[in-house]
């Protein structure tokens, strides 16, 4: 930054002995100071409080090491302040761009013989619900902890079911309580059938069956329609959402051929067949499904960790929305399954 | 009221907006009024923050630079964020004060 022209000491006043060094000495610790400041906020108000600056110097308001050590404080202020400006701003598309893959780019990357493009725009309009962090309280005694969400864009043909892991209970800030979110996919030749317990409001059409699973296959004919077992994407592409973000825990995903094993540290595994939601620090071990590799460990040659996953501060939540296809076929619901440690 | 009690960003910007309350002034101009009726020297890195903060928030506005100054104005919402901040004052003084008095009798 340039020092402004007039800055010198007014005509008449004398700087305090000892205290306010020559002209060209101040405005030269005034613009190393000055270079402390964030960019944008220097553009706007350096020049003027470099010039007010040097003027309570010249007036002997202030002394050099006085309003040096004022403008180190306050940039480090004004740092800390579009520190925290800019990870807000980080979040934000983390979460958009998870929720907007989970509604599109997983079920756009398979080619479906049965998907149109009318289809696709359904997928893509598919919306979750945010439910507020910390919501959710493990039942029972001892502290609340973070949990994480699989958003899986479900497709027709594909059973969602409990899968078999620890039982456990999650009480809602409302006093409701359902159990672990911990699903099981299956392809059967009937579309989605979630647990009504973890979903508060069942899709249009389904038939609730509490504290059990819940079946479309008993809903009105002609809304639903067998599809094929080859019909059915073979690659199940979950995320694992934590509830906060926590430095140095952030889970690592690994990748892998289409239909082969998924696995998200102290998160998710999937299968093209079955999906198993494994709590991170939830204490208890889980029996991974037949043919799981242990989550932290790839399953062989040809497999390479992904980049670490971005996450969110807000979750999201337990929500199942049929989005109407061609003839009335469900084309996609979107699955958000919570799992708690 | 002493330079003691009024620390924090807060209370300077309380300051800032009881200046400008008056009239529109510069930074220089700010720092010599504050200084005269609350008795508290704000830096300029200080006085500049909290101004950065409040035009941000939209309660004081830049006028066009007069030379090397700019000075700065009041704005409605600033005028009625200060009301409101020096009417709750006022009220906690009072109850304060009269606590006080009740405790001395």
Redesign the interface.
């Known amino acids: 930054m340039s020092p402004q022209p007039g800055t010198s000491p007014q005509p008449g006043t004398s700087p305090q002995p000892g205290t306010s060094p020559q002209p060209g000495g101040r405005r030269r610790m005034v613009r190393w100071t000055l270079a402390l400041y964030p960019r944008a906020w220097r553009a706007r108000y350096g020049s003027e409080v470099a010039s007010l600056s040097e003027e309570l110097i010249a007036e002997g308001d202030s002394t050099p090491w006085r309003a040096g050590l004022d403008l180190i404080t306050g940039a480090a202020v004004e740092r800390g302040r579009a520190l925290a400006k800019s990870r807000r701003i980080a979040v934000v598309p983390a979460v958009a761009v998870l929720v907007a893959a989970a509604g599109t780019g997983w079920a756009l990357d398979r080619p479906h013989p049965a998907r149109t493009s009318t289809q696709a725009a359904s997928l893509a309009s598919v919306r979750c619900s945010p439910v507020p962090a910390g919501a959710v309280r493990v039942h029972g005694p001892g502290p609340a902890r973070p949990r994480s969400s699989v958003v899986i864009p479900a497709q027709p043909g594909w059973k969602l079911s409990r899968a078999p892991g620890p039982a456990g209970q999650v009480r809602l800030k409302t006093g409701q309580v359902r159990p672990k979110g911990i699903w099981c996919i299956t392809r059967l030749p009937m579309p989605c059938a979630a647990s009504r317990a973890s979903l508060p409001r069942p899709p249009a059409g389904t038939r609730a069956l509490p504290g059990r699973l819940r079946s479309i296959r008993g809903g009105p004919p002609g809304r639903l329609a067998p599809v094929r077992p080859r019909t059915v994407p073979a690659q199940v592409r979950p995320r694992t959402v934590p509830a906060q973000v926590r430095p140095g825990a952030v889970p690592a995903q690994v990748r892998s051929a289409p239909g082969r094993w998924r696995v998200v540290p102290g998160g998710i595994m999937v299968t093209p067949g079955r999906c198993i939601v494994l709590p991170p620090r939830c204490g208890k071990k889980v029996a991974p499904p037949r043919g799981a590799i242990r989550a932290g460990s790839l399953p062989g040659p040809g497999w390479t960790p992904g980049p670490p996953l971005r996450t969110p501060a807000t979750l999201r939540p337990a929500t199942l929305r049929p989005v109407p296809g061609p003839a009335g076929i469900p084309a996609a619901v979107c699955v958000v399954a919570a799992g708690v440690a | 009221m002493t330079g003691d009690s009024l620390r924090g960003s807060s209370d300077r910007s309380i300051l800032i907006l009881t200046s400008l309350a008056g009239s529109p002034r510069h930074?220089?101009a700010l720092?010599k009024d504050i200084q005269g009726f609350a008795g508290v020297?704000l830096?300029?890195?200080?006085?500049?923050?909290a101004?950065?903060k409040l035009e941000q928030a939209g309660l004081v506005a830049a006028l066009p630079a007069d030379?090397?100054?700019?000075p700065y104005q009041i704005t409605e919402a600033g005028r009625e964020h200060l009301r409101a901040r020096l009417a709750e004052s006022a009220r906690i003084a009072s109850i304060g004060l009269a606590r006080i008095a009740a405790a001395s009798s």
């Open positions: 930074g220089y720092i020297t830096g300029a890195g200080t006085l500049y923050g101004l950065a030379e090397r100054r700019r």
